[in-house]
Structures are given as structure tokens and as C-alpha cells.
């Protein structure tokens, strides 16, 4: 099993950048892979960014692509999401999730979820 904690979510500006990270737990964090999302208010769980168990590939939805950049260290059992030049429309509640396949996860289907950090970008 794998316990996840995100971290990192705040208030910024337009144009400003921040760092979120995701915590695991779990002996076999570095087998799965894993993902971000993001919720808007009334709004289902959406697709971020992802990147497999050995960080060798990585993927992003097309509205986040160049802007945010996902990476992790299994030493630290840590995932991270990069996000440069932020927009308003980027505020959303995020959360880290982890699934057997990177597929899993662009289809929404996580296995383990953690409680998601708030983001907020002011105009």
C-alpha cells in the first residue's frame, strides 16, 4: 500500500512559479507510476502530468505542456510538478496519485490518491 502527501500549493501571481511535491510511503513506491491532477470546483479529477516508475517517460496534458514539468527521486520516495508561467486558469486543487501504469493514470484511474494542496493564481 502507498500513502501519498502533497505538498507545496499556494497563492501566486501571474507569471510566478511553485513547486509542488508528493510524498509516499510504501516499500514499492518506485514500482508505480505517478501522477498529478487537478480539480476544479464542480469539476471531475483531470489528467496533469505523469511519469513512469524509473522516471523514464513522461507525459503532460496539452494545456500544461511547456509550462509544468514533473519529475521524482525514489531515494526520497518524492514526486514533484514544476509549474512556470502560471495562470489564473491554473488554479485548482492538486493531487498526487499513483497506479501500475502511466495509462492508469491519463485515463484517471489512480489506485492510491493523496488529499490534495490548493493553488491559487491571482490576475
Known amino acids: 500500500q502507498v500513502q501519498l502527501v502533497e505538498s507545496g500549493g499556494g497563492l501566486v501571481q501571474t507569471g510566478e512559479s511553485l513547486r509542488l511535491s508528493c510524498v509516499g510511503s510504501g516499500r514499492t513506491f518506485s514500482l508505480y507510476d505517478m501522477g498529478w491532477f487537478r480539480q476544479f470546483p464542480g469539476k471531475e479529477r483531470a489528467f496533469v502530468a505523469g511519469?513512469?516508475?524509473?522516471?523514464?517517460?513522461?507525459d503532460y496534458a496539452d494545456s500544461v505542456k511547456g509550462r509544468f514539468t514533473i519529475s521524482r527521486d525514489n531515494t526520497k520516495k518524492m514526486v514533484y510538478l514544476q509549474m512556470n508561467s502560471l495562470k489564473p486558469e491554473d488554479t485548482a486543487a492538486y493531487f498526487c496519485?499513483?497506479?501500475?501504469?502511466?495509462?492508469?493514470?491519463?485515463?484517471?484511474?489512480?489506485?492510491?490518491w493523496g488529499q490534495g494542496t490548493q493553488v491559487t493564481v491571482s490576475s
Open positions: 511519469i513512469t516508475g524509473d522516471a523514464g517517460s513522461t
Open positions: 496519485a499513483a497506479a501500475l501504469s502511466l495509462e492508469s493514470l491519463k485515463r484517471g484511474r489512480g489506485t492510491y
